[in-house]
């Protein structure tokens, strides 16, 4: 069965960095596009990230591009996200979700808490 | 950027009640759309995909439609396992989620 397990998150001061990993199995990582998603407190969910497959194109929401960088080792069937120059509204639920041929996300992490905060 | 509006953002209905829930993008996505449940503390769960085709092992009391700009997720028989949150995502360009839809209990 699929499991999208992340882990990384953590309490850091604003300006800081993190670096966030989702760990895959059950499926052949290296054939699909993963996503992350992150949710604040008490709020919606807002799409962060995609990567192709084989890592070939990345895409970011407005918020966070030049600040965050997805990146994946298919040798390790990990995905991570690079989070730096954080600030307070980046404090989140982050879950990571495979992509299922760039229609939707099918499979979902349970999530990792950042919380930036001084 | 595509923006998605859902209405309402909250609801209360009884079990057994039929509960519809719409969402709005701001320009066409075809039918690039998706519906996601997601209960308190947990992930959330793709329901539907393309607009009206049910994820497997999703119960056949929900169903989706819609194209262009105007979606609706319907749930046929409120059933206690339902009261959740609801969210709509285009995937037309790249991800959107609406600002999701609170089902809960009258």
């Known amino acids: 069965q699929v499991q999208l397990v992340e882990s990384g998150g953590g309490v850091v001061q604003p300006g800081g960095s993190l670096r966030l990993s989702c760990r895959a199995s059950?499926?052949?990582?290296?054939?699909?596009?993963m996503h992350w998603v992150r949710q604040a407190p008490g709020k919606g969910l807002d799409w962060v990230s995609f990567i192709r497959y084989d890592g070939s194109n990345k895409y970011y929401a407005d918020s966070v591009k030049g600040r965050f960088t997805i990146s994946r080792d298919n040798s390790k069937n990990t995905l991570y996200l690079q989070m730096s120059v954080l600030r307070a509204e980046d404090t989140a639920v982050y879950y990571c979700a495979k992509d299922q041929s760039g229609s939707c996300l099918d499979y979902w992490g349970q999530g990792t808490l950042v919380i930036v905060s001084s | 950027d595509i923006q998605m509006t859902q209405s309402p953002s909250s609801l209360s209905a009884s079990v057994g009640d039929r509960v519809t829930i719409t969402c709005r993008a701001s320009?066409?996505?075809?039918?690039?759309l998706n519906w996601y449940q997601q209960k308190p503390g947990k992930a959330p769960k793709l329901l539907i995909y393309?607009?009206?085709s049910l994820q497997s092992g999703v119960p056949s009391r929900f169903s989706g439609s819609g194209s262009g700009t105007d979606f609706t997720l319907t749930i046929s028989s409120l059933q206690p396992e339902d009261f959740a949150t609801y969210y709509c995502q285009q995937t037309y360009s790249l991800f959107t989620f609406g600002p999701g839809t609170k089902v809960d209990i009258k």
């Open positions: 393309a607009a009206s």
């Open positions: 320009q066409s996505i075809s039918g690039y």
């Open positions: 059950g499926f052949t990582f290296s054939s699909y596009g």
